[in-house]
């Protein structure tokens, strides 16, 4: 296997990428515009604790720019936890009721237009056909206003209990959740806006950002989310890095970043998903990433293998299919996987590269997860569920020798925008509410 694999590498290193086989540098076309001005206000309310029910968690809680627009976790603390990052832990005094079941992915380059499709399992996506031109599991009447899935896609954590909304026993956030009062006058969404509108620095904003609002009663939650989209579109744009100047032939990659490029869109197969100018073909495939944590799952169930895809469409050839994730900043975002089950870059490469077979020796040190709960791995002591997850992976098994991974990573580095280490407008020092900054 190691001379197989030093015979695939040194060929990956004869063979020159063909032109054709590279994607198109990214421009000013492929991403939608922003007015600065609304991103500013975006800015402040992504930062900014008044979104959660307990005004305790931000939006930038799990997708902060210190840990590549997520949290270095495997599995978030939102609502219950204290600190942030790595060092995120339960709070003794007030314990989350759940871990967040999947990884917090990254934020970089979603105002790109190819960008249609939000969540780990695509549940929330464009679609002109449908209210609002967006399919989702809410009700039709909930998706009018947002100006985009962008904006749409913060509808969700404002109402889950685990990431913003906390417990119906703590505030009046959760407790219209609980009760189904989620859009109207006193629902969860309008409570929320009402915080925001009654600061006087907020209401000032959205007066001069939005001209149908003339008086801070008339801020609704989707203007909320429209300008948190706006901000995200515009903080996290990302197509300066040393592989966008290669493409523009402004620059050339180091040896071993050139000789990965060789690997990753030819021999290694890598750009059969990870295609196009963003490394992603937002496509959704079944590749056997290790399932720890509680899984996606109702309220009333407990520990279920993650069926991904399937819970969206259910069609069995959706079984455990996860979306494919843009490869931008990736040497920013660990842990990897939809439940974060690798810490370590290269380590995943090895495992993805042969997923049903690493699935089975797979490394538990490789998680990060503060201490919570005991039944964190319940899916990988169950043979059943272990064997149904390796069994819905269709592609064939790749042979990369460690010259060839490491080659991998150092291109992956090279897809590392310089900007996506803090973002363009930065964290602010202070936000209206006058609540914590995370």
């Known amino acids: 296997m190691k001379a197989l694999g030093l015979l695939l590498f040194g060929l990956a290193l004869a063979l020159p990428v063909a032109a054709q086989d590279l994607p198109t540098p990214p421009t000013d076309d ?67 009721e759940k871990r967040i079941p999947r990884n917090a992915p990254a934020l970089f380059n979603l105002g790109a237009r190819e960008f249609t499709v939000m969540f780990h399992d695509g549940r929330l996506e464009a679609a002109p056909e449908h209210p609002g031109g967006i399919r989702t599991p809410m009700d039709a009447d909930m998706l009018t206003g ?8 913060t509808m969700f954590p404002v109402l889950s209990r685990d990431e913003m909304a906390g417990s119906y026993k703590e505030n009046d956030v959760a407790r219209a959740v609980r ?32 001209a149908h609002i003339e008086r801070p009663e008339q801020i609704a939650f989707t203007d909320v989310s429209n300008a948190i989209a706006a901000f995200m579109v515009h903080e996290w744009r990302s197509d300066r890095s040393p592989f966008d100047a290669y493409l523009r032939g402004e620059a050339t990659l180091t040896e071993d970043a050139a000789n990965g490029m060789a690997l990753f869109y030819g021999a290694a197969g890598c750009s059969g998903c990870h295609s196009g100018k963003f490394q992603t073909d937002h496509g959704f495939h079944a590749m056997a990433a290790p399932q720890i944590g509680p899984g996606k799952a109702a309220d009333f169930e ?11 469409t259910g069609d069995a050839a959706d079984l455990y299919a996860f979306r494919t994730p843009s490869l931008r900043n990736v040497t920013l ?14 380590a995943f ?82 936000v209206p509410s006058g609540l914590p900054v995370p």
């Open 179 to 210: 009760q189904g009062r989620i859009t109207g006058p006193q629902g969860a969404w309008d409570l929320l806006s009402r915080r925001v509108a009654d600061i006087p620095a907020y209401a000032a904003q959205f007066e001069a950002v939005y």
């Open 302 to 312: 407990d520990h279920q293998r993650d069926e991904g895809r399937f819970r969206v």
């Open 333 to 346: 975002t660990a842990p990897y996987g939809h439940a974060g089950s690798h810490r370590d870059l290269a």
């Open 349 to 430: 490469i090895a495992d993805h590269a042969d997923p049903a077979a690493a699935l089975a020796r797979y490394d538990r040190t490789q998680a990060l997860l503060p201490a919570f709960e005991a039944a964190d791995f319940a899916v990988l002591d169950d043979p059943q569920q272990l064997e149904a997850i390796a069994a819905a992976v269709t592609a064939e098994p790749v042979a990369l020798a460690p010259q060839e991974i490491t080659a991998i990573v150092a291109f992956l580095q090279a897809l590392t925008d310089p900007v996506a280490k803090t973002g363009r407008l930065g964290v602010p020092a202070t």
């Open 146 to 153: 947002f100006a985009s899935v962008l904006s749409a896609q």
């Open 30 to 96: 492929d991403y939608v515009p922003v007015r600065i001005e609304e991103a500013l206000l975006g800015r402040n309310l992504f930062y900014d604790p008044i979104l959660s029910g307990n005004r305790t968690v931000a939006c930038a809680t799990c997708h902060h720019p210190d840990f590549g627009t997520s949290d270095g976790l495997s599995l978030s603390f939102g609502d219950g936890g204290i600190g942030m990052g790595p060092a995120r832990k339960a709070d003794p005094a007030n314990r989350p």
